[in-house]
Nanobody
């Protein structure tokens, strides 16, 4: 019913920048929060940043001042601008859409993207 398609991952040197995008498509009425999580090898998935439909944001302490999350509500798309990247930012980054209301079914839903690899070399 709903798909999240991520793009923008890749290989970058330390100190470089990348911009991730995630577009949600399907029978969407509204999405409350959209966010980015990441999972490094051998570690649990962790929150990177989240933004609500009203524009409120929350960041992990490890990325504050370096990453910026933004959103285009009309396009159901969320972005993550990542600057001053560090090797410890290397992970698979997952897009999440939370409290999604659909046009075609009651209830609220939570969706995940397939993940995009970000690798930062030292």
């Amino acid at each position: 019913q709903v798909q999240l398609v991520e793009s923008g991952g890749g290989l970058v040197q330390a100190g470089g920048s990348l911009r991730l995008s995630c577009a949600a498509s399907g029978s969407i009425f509204s999405i409350n929060a959209m966010g980015w999580y990441r999972q490094a090898p051998g570690k649990q998935r962790e929150l990177v940043a989240v933004i609500t439909s009203g524009g409120s944001t929350n960041y992990a302490d490890s990325v504050k001042g370096r990453f910026t999350i933004s959103r285009d509500n009309a396009k159901n798309t969320v972005y993550l601008q990542m600057n001053s990247l560090k090797p410890e930012d290397t992970a698979v980054y997952y897009c999440n859409a939370d409290w999604v209301l659909l046009n075609t079914a009651p209830g609220r839903y939570d969706y995940w993207g397939q993940g995009t690899q970000v690798t930062v070399s030292s």
